[in-house]
């Protein structure tokens, strides 16, 4: 109504006249609170939170602060305020679709440490060094097991690496890599033969053969490292570790059903137990330590490996630090500290 009567000089009286509406409704004002205030507020804490989170991530987040919402509500706001995630810049499509026998979606998983897969990124720090990142992942639940950070990761890092994970989480049927020097390596390849583990190598030059990793370093890249400036390979691995945890635990996985990668892993464990008892990992022993604690008036057995390895939680610090002699596998120097994978010691 205001632009007839600029264009056309007219009065408001006339240019209702004349397009038949009462001039009431052009008076109208909105009095009462807007419906969706609280949940327009709601939506933007949840999008400073996660800039990169579309609406139908950003309803299940609404959702776990308690909200009764849908995904069409929230679509509708969306659409009024005119808010979108910029795109990605697309790649062009390949020709091949990466058909060999230890592709992913021909290799795939069946069970919790059936296949894990791991993978190199690189980082620009604000000095103009680069340092690398090491992730490992547990491709049936999402999980991202460890980040390891440095200037340099070498073949006996990722040995360190693996036997941690191996410690605490078990070992998996299967192993999934591109053809890296660090992967292909004849001391990587060897330990992990020793160790029970077959290496699944992609075809070389076929990154979408590892598809679940690939999406994985697009995802960490997008949400994490291309929103901070590091200063340090300390920061780097500081921020790394935080995204990890929060990747695990707090972050909905859409292919997932919208849970987060240790829920739908504790799902799965808790269906597992209902039913037949999942596989005990091949090194870990069902007794636990010989001692016993009272507990409840029962004795129970402590610290038992099991529980250890099937809890589905990392700690924190995925491993000690790498100038620690105690962790590296190096049995020509015959350090007493070592672990020498020829004994019997319950783990091999």
């Given at each position: 109504m205001e632009t007839v009567?600029?264009?056309?000089?007219?009065?408001?009286?006339?240019?209702?006249?004349?397009?038949?509406q009462p001039r009431s409704?052009?008076?109208?004002?909105?009095?009462?609170?807007?419906?969706?205030?609280?949940l327009i507020e709601s939506i933007q804490k949840q999008m400073e939170k996660r800039p990169r989170f579309g609406y139908r991530r950003i309803t299940v987040a609404l959702r776990k602060d308690c909200w009764v919402i849908n995904f069409k509500r929230v679509y509708r706001i969306w659409r009024d305020h005119d808010w979108h995630v910029p795109k990605k810049k697309g790649r062009r499509k390949r020709g091949r679709d990466g058909g060999s026998a230890n592709a992913c979606h021909k290799k795939k998983p069946e069970s919790i440490n059936h296949v894990w897969i791991y993978?190199?990124?690189s980082q620009t720090l604000e000095n103009?060094?680069?340092?690398?990142?090491?992730?490992?992942?547990?491709e049936y639940t999402r999980e991202c097991l460890a980040i390891d950070v440095g200037r340099r990761i070498t073949a006996q890092d990722v040995i360190d690496v693996l036997r941690y994970l191996f410690l605490v989480r078990g070992?998996?049927?299967?192993?999934?890599s591109d053809n890296g020097p660090?992967?292909?390596?004849?001391?990587?390849?060897?330990?992990?033969?020793?160790?029970?583990?077959?290496?699944?190598?992609?075809?070389?030059g076929s990154p979408w053969e590892n598809g679940y990793m690939e999406s994985f370093n697009g995802h960490m890249r997008d949400e994490c490292l291309d929103r901070e400036i590091f200063v340090s390979v300390e920061e780097l691995r500081y921020i790394s570790e935080r995204y990890r945890l929060d990747y695990n635990h707090h972050r909905p996985h859409q292919?997932?059903?919208?849970?987060?990668?240790?829920?739908?892993?504790?799902?799965?464990?808790?269906?597992?137990?209902?039913?037949?008892?999942?596989?005990?990992?091949?090194?870990?022993?069902?007794?636990?330590?010989?001692?016993?604690?009272?507990?409840?008036?029962?004795?129970?057995?402590?610290?038992?490996?099991?529980?250890?390895?099937?809890?589905?939680?990392?700690?924190a610090e995925p491993y000690p630090c790498r100038g620690m002699e105690s962790i590296r596998y190096e049995p020509d120097k015959g350090n007493p500290g070592e672990m020498d994978c020829n004994q019997d010691s319950g783990y091999v």
């Open positions: 009567c600029d264009e056309l000089g007219v009065s408001q009286r006339k240019a209702c006249r004349t397009l038949d409704s052009q008076r109208y004002e909105l009095t009462l609170p807007v419906r969706d205030a609280s993978d190199f990124m103009g060094r680069k340092a690398r990142m090491l992730s490992v992942l547990d070992e998996p049927a299967c192993i999934r660090e992967f292909t390596a004849k001391k990587v390849k060897k330990w992990l033969a020793a160790m029970g583990v077959k290496t699944l190598f992609i075809e070389p292919s997932l059903g919208y849970l987060t990668p240790a829920q739908f892993a504790a799902m799965k464990r808790k269906e597992a137990l209902a039913g037949a008892l999942p596989p005990i990992p091949r090194n870990l022993s069902l007794g636990g330590s010989e001692h016993l604690i009272e507990e409840a008036g029962r004795p129970q057995p402590a610290d038992a490996p099991t529980s250890a390895a099937c809890s589905g939680c990392i700690p």
